[in-house]
């Protein structure tokens, strides 16, 4: 920036108001503002989405399931041999046998199909109920139930009330037609994850409930294993390893639907790509406010050519002025975008359908990383619309121009 360069640039900072007031360059901020606004506010839910999604899925769901080779229930001493094993598992934040049954719970008229799970003896860790039973206790024992609480509004139950269970027994079918095992639970806690899937179809019961409703006497339909967060990307290869280390009647499977989210990453940079078409909109205004100012610094832009100033020179003195006022423009929608989105997850009119979305919960988050990039990617639209007006300077002469002022 050469000397007459800093001294205009120094006079505008000094003094912006005589160029802001222009209805072009007004119109042209709030352009930039809402395009880089709604760009930002996309990414954040996006952000928040994926986010929320995978923390659903990474608790929700055990990391990896072990199985037995034949389909069949685990025995008790294959599943307590393999428990030690694992349990030494440094990976591992916990390990636990699960007996899980498609039942029908019913309450009155109404009826509804769900699963039924009940956890045997193991290595919890944490509670891995405790975070997401936000009603009632995450405990259980006999004559008690945890309802995911969009079946219980289904159901019409509340803390306190019971529901019938049934579960099917297709060995004990006569010529009245198949007899169920049925037992009346208390429901004692409500199940809310935010994934909807779970939300509306899980039981959590007593193993000894379970198995009487089951006829199982023994054994369980799976252990479940849960990774630390730092080691849930390793997921498919911890499986292979288990398979290898565990008895061969037995066959561990990843579980962590790495698709699901990858397809949600995808989509967050392909609605990127797309609202980054809003800042390049914005630009147009952007160059029809450049236009505008040339036009109206015609005499100065003469007399600077009198006096021999270049014409990169004069580019660069009106580019500098209009850049910073865009740049400013960029930080404002950011700030913008950072409010709508809050206002957004905030509002009571409209909820995620589960159904449809996986999961009912908005969530806000504000990556840096982000945020850089949708300054980097708006700045440099900015200054390339910019630029392409200021080239019309290299063609004014400083004859013409005093002579048609």
Known sequence: MNPAERLFIGRYVSDPKR????FSFLFMILGIVISVGILSAALNLFEGYERSLKAVLLDS????????????????????????????????????????????????????????????????????????VRQGSPEVSGGQVILGHYLAEDLGVALGDTVLVSFPRLDLITPLGMYPNQRELRVTGLYNSGFYEYDRSLLIGDIADLRA???????????????????TDAASALAVEYDRILDPGLYAAPVVNTTLLSMVRMQKWLLFIVFSFLVLIAGINVISGVLTLILDKKSEIAVLKALGASAMTIRNILGYQVTLVCLASVILGQLFGFLLSWLIVNQNFYQLKGDVYFTDRLELYVSPFNQAVVFIVAALLIVLCIRVPLRRIDRMRAIDLLQNP
């Open 19 to 22: 160029n802001l007031l222009r």
């Open 213 to 231: 409703l089951s006829g199982l006497d023994s054994g369980f339909s799976n252990i479940e294993v849960r990774l630390r967060n730092s080691e």
């Open 61 to 132: 769901f055990a990391h990896i399931r072990i199985t037995a080779a034949g389909n069949g229930p685990l025995p008790d001493t294959l599943t307590a041999s393999t428990l030690v094993t694992l349990s030494a598992r440094p990976e591992i934040s916990s390990v636990v046998p699960v007996l899980s049954s498609n039942i029908m719970a019913q309450n009155g008229g109404k009826a509804r199909g769900g699963l039924m799970q009940a956890f045997g003896p193991g290595r919890h860790g944490s509670d891995i109920l405790a975070k997401y």
